[in-house]
């Protein structure tokens, strides 16, 4: 039986369908985008509830996963699916999936919302199992779903193989976790705020090309004018805008909806 309490499905006009997870803190978000011959399945979930057999329940095309990246949020379902491509430098954390140690950290009441998490899923023993892609993701590749094309863009930053799908004939854009309304944690280890700076660059331009962008994170579609502001603002970061606030490990710098929090000395020019 599919367990669909979990999953909150939403259908966007030009074949898009988002699979939201908002019964956990991160809210994250997957997609689907549909060509005539194959289902592009972006991103696999969090590892709650049945998420391929949701899938199979919304779409009868053949199902491609691509990954926006492989942090754990967004594998969680890989494994159940023959076709499954990501960034070449993220492909051993697919591989590797996610443990119990670390995953049942995300579960503790702080991180859920309302009372969703199904009765199946039990946070002492689950964990991600670990996926070997058949293929990988590079810049410049263009992902044929019949009659419908993704072009797969390179944007490390915020992890190194963060990829940006855009549909340039429907004019819409998935950044991954490179730009969400939230905060953007570019201190961790696997960040890089150098890289995270061209990337944001080009999806601000990337952006004066579409009408929406949909993120893997919170709110959901977002108006392409954020990707603008958000580059601004980052650069106004590296021209010496102060921090809202220091902490011992980052340096938050607020925005409205948005903001970023950078290790000290990483930044600047
Ligand atoms: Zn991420
Ligand atoms: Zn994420």
Known sequence: MVELSWFDVVRFPSGVTMISEPGHSEDVKSYLVEGARDVAVLDTGMGVGDFAGLVATLSDRNPIVLHSHAHFDHIG????????RVHASEAGALRAGYPNERFRAWFTPEHLVGNRLPATFDPQRAAIAGCEPDGFLTEGDVIDLGERVLHVYHTPGHSPGGITLVDHAA????????????PMFAYRDYSDPVAYRASLRRIAELATQVDVIYPSHNRSPLEPELAQAMHEAYERIWAGRAPDERRPECDVFQFDSYAFWLRPGSYGN
């Not at 379902?77 to 499954?84: L, P």
């Not at 854009?173 to 939230?182: L, S, T």
């Open 171 to 182: 004019r819409i854009m998935f950044p991954g976790d490179a730009i969400y309304a939230g």
């Open 77 to 84: 379902a890989s494994a159940q699916f023959a076709r499954v």
